[in-house]
């Protein structure tokens, strides 16, 4: 069962998830690894988005970003280099599960 990202295995997508600091209007921006852990949880685990638990970000957060990194091919790439990972590789079914999603845009 999923539940978080190593700091290796976040070390080697974070390039593809910037993060800038600088000030904006409204609410504070969730941090990448934050909602990619969300999202890895939702399809991993193969759970709905509305059962999304309350240690991650917002569920309309994750999944809005959920859409935009997989039409970008941010999600294809990420998994790409987490399926080099012995822990991602215990789920076969599922990271095909999460290419399939990730690629359909």
Known sequence: ?????????WKSVSHLF?????QRFGRPRRHP?????AILWVTLNGEKWQHLPAQYPPTQTC???FLQWRRDG??????AILEDDASMK???AA???LRCAASSA
Not at 18 to 22: I, K, N, R, Y
């Open 18 to 22: 910037p993060w800038g600091t600088e």
């Open 90 to 92: 215990a789920r076969p």
């Open 63 to 65: 999944y809005i970003k």
């Open 33 to 37: 690894r934050d909602v990619l852990e």
């Open 95 to 97: 990271t095909c599960d």
């Open 74 to 79: 941010l999600l294809v790439e990420a998994l």
């Open 1 to 9: 069962m999923f539940d978080r990202l190593t700091d290796r295995q």
